[in-house]
């Protein structure tokens, strides 16, 4: 099976635009989770979405804000980009019904 | 809460041994190690679950003492594959979101 795919790889924006990154989780898995990982914090949970519905959400602004299509594909939006908005985006799938999390190999957002 | 890791960085030779911690301070249900290697995304090593049995593959296994949050990755006659960051994820009771250690970094040295 293809693993976890994740678009664009590497993005450039500017502080107060807004971005979009998408995510197309393992053939057959429903469950799609977002983490952003940066040096200073480390790896830290943004949201979960099953069937197209978030089902957990970390401690995050509401300017980061996710969706999960019907496909199971998910997207992650950041409006109003912050400077320590930069960071990897790492979006993980799994089965539902299972706990092993595969990552992706995210999208690496730099804000200028 | 974020599950402490130690050490935060530990260097071996090939064929040398090394033992990862990660300990919580909250009842969890799970423990996730993961490695990742630079400019890479974590890879899945193994799941330890509450009241599952130690689990193993090879000469990387790791145990989960529920009794003191602490779960150990045990690397044992250590490759020079196996340098990279080694990250817990550890998971409460009906949650299924991972709250990550700030990792450890394994550098094996010929």
């Known amino acids: 099976k293809a693993g976890v795919t994740q678009t664009p790889r590497y993005l450039i924006k500017t502080r107060g635009q807004q971005v979009t990154l998408s995510c197309s989780p393992i053939s057959g898995h429903r469950s799609v989770s977002w983490y952003q990982q940066t040096p200073g914090q480390g790896l830290q949970f943004l949201f979960e979405y099953f069937s197209e519905t978030q089902r957990n959400k970390g401690n995050f602004p509401g300017r980061f804000s996710g969706r999960q299509f019907s496909n199971s594909r998910s997207e992650m939006n950041v409006s109003t980009l912050e400077l320590g908005d930069s960071a990897l985006y790492l979006c993980a799938s799994s089965e539902w019904g299972t706990d092993t999390q595969y990552f992706g190999p995210g999208t690496r957002l730099t804000v200028l | 809460q974020q599950p402490v890791q130690s050490p935060q960085a530990v260097i071996l030779r090939e064929g040398e041994d090394a033992v990862i911690n990660c300990s919580s301070s909250k009842a969890l249900y799970s423990v996730h190690w993961y490695r990742q290697k630079h400019g890479e995304a974590p890879v899945f090593l193994m799941i330890?679950?509450?009241?599952?049995e130690q689990k193993g593959h090879e000469k990387i296994s790791a145990s989960f003492n529920e009794k003191k949050q602490q779960s150990s990755l045990y690397l044992t006659a250590s490759q020079l594959s196996y340098s990279g960051t080694y990250f817990c994820?550890?998971?409460?009771?009906?949650?299924?979101?991972?709250?990550f250690g700030s990792g450890t970094r394994l550098q094996v040295q010929p």
């Open positions: 994820g550890t998971e409460g009771a009906g949650r299924r979101a991972l709250t």
């Open positions: 330890l679950l509450k009241g599952g």
